[in-house]
């Protein structure tokens, strides 16, 4: 059992929360200009790094907040965590 | 706008735990180790939400004279009107009994700020667990850290009792709310049935 600290709530178990997939992927300023292999990529193509990792998790059986982790994939450590800004945070 | 608490005749309603009563009374383990269960029915709860900061945030805070500010903080009290927080903008009211004075007031403090008040109160029951074995019995099924130094009076957290997501609120030294959602409150209450068969008297 990992212990994720929530920044918000503090470590709690990791049965509280849920994985949102990489962090920072921008949502395209004109998804019409894109073309299908663009639109693919942006929605399918993700990072797949061996060490830290910039992730997004959501606190679903706590506070229900999403925040922003940097997790070593090869340890499941993870190095920090910083709220959301903005987004009721 | 936020509904209107319950109307009725009160005599007509029943809790999401009445079929357990007389389960929950035969349970009592006596004793300064013993443990008692009950359900506290039809208690007020409301669901505010406000950012920090914001006007509507003050104006909550002046109505319930504060606040909680992190997590696992309550304020007020809890056979009169308490504040658990939820999240940083989230936060739930309870109250003993139907207090539409409170729902008002607070709609009527919150009045066209960007916030919101809605009557939760169906939402969830409560059962209260005290004695001097309730800690030990909850420490079955809750992986919050129950020691006072972590879980003292006036703490309140999001957790889980077995499977059921629960709020967990320390009321007394040895007395426990468990805030459960109605349509868990039968299987929650069966969980601490079976948890407390064990500080029984042997017959
Ligand atoms: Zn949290």
């Not at chain 1, 993700?46 to 706590?62: C, I, L, Q, T």
């Not at chain 2, 909550?60 to 304020?75: I, K, M, Q, Y």
């Not at chain 2, 919101?116 to 420490?139: I, K």
Request: hydrophobic share 40%; glycine share 8%.
């Amino acid at each position: 059992m990992m212990l994720i600290p929530c920044p918000h709530c503090g470590p709690r178990n990791e049965t509280e929360f849920q994985y949102g997939g990489q962090a920072y992927v921008a949502y395209p300023e004109d998804p019409y200009a894109l073309t299908d292999e663009q639109w693919a990529r942006y929605l399918f193509y993700r990072e797949n790094p061996k060490g830290p990792f910039a992730e997004r998790w959501v606190h679903s059986a706590g506070c229900r907040k999403w925040f922003n982790a940097v997790r070593d994939t090869r340890t499941y450590e993870f190095l920090s965590t910083e709220a959301i800004q903005g987004a009721a945070s | 706008m936020a509904e209107t608490l319950t109307q009725g005749p009160p005599d007509l309603r029943v809790s999401p735990l009445q079929h357990l009563h007389r389960q929950l009374a035969a349970a009592a383990a006596p004793g300064p180790q013993g443990l008692e269960i009950r359900e506290v029915a039809f208690t007020t709860q409301l669901g505010l939400r406000a950012e920090p900061g914001s006007q509507a945030h003050t104006r909550f805070a002046e109505v319930l004279e504060g606040l909680p500010s992190a997590v696992g903080e309550t304020t007020g009290t809890p056979d009169g009107v308490a504040t658990l927080w939820l999240a940083p903008d989230e936060f739930l009211v309870v109250a003993s009994g139907q207090d539409h004075q409170l729902l008002q007031r607070l709609e009527h403090a919150l009045g066209e700020a960007a916030g919101q008040v809605v009557d939760l109160s169906a939402n969830r029951t409560t059962v209260e667990l005290s004695g001097g074995s309730a800690r030990d019995a909850l420490e079955k099924g809750v992986p919050a850290d129950l020691h006072p130094r972590e879980f003292p009076v006036g703490r309140a957290i999001t957790t889980t009792l077995g499977p059921v997501p629960v709020l967990l609120w320390r009321t007394e030294d040895s007395t426990f709310r468990i805030l459960v959602r109605s349509s868990f409150a039968d299987y929650a209450a069966r969980w601490l049935l079976d948890a407390a068969e064990e500080y029984r008297p042997r017959r």
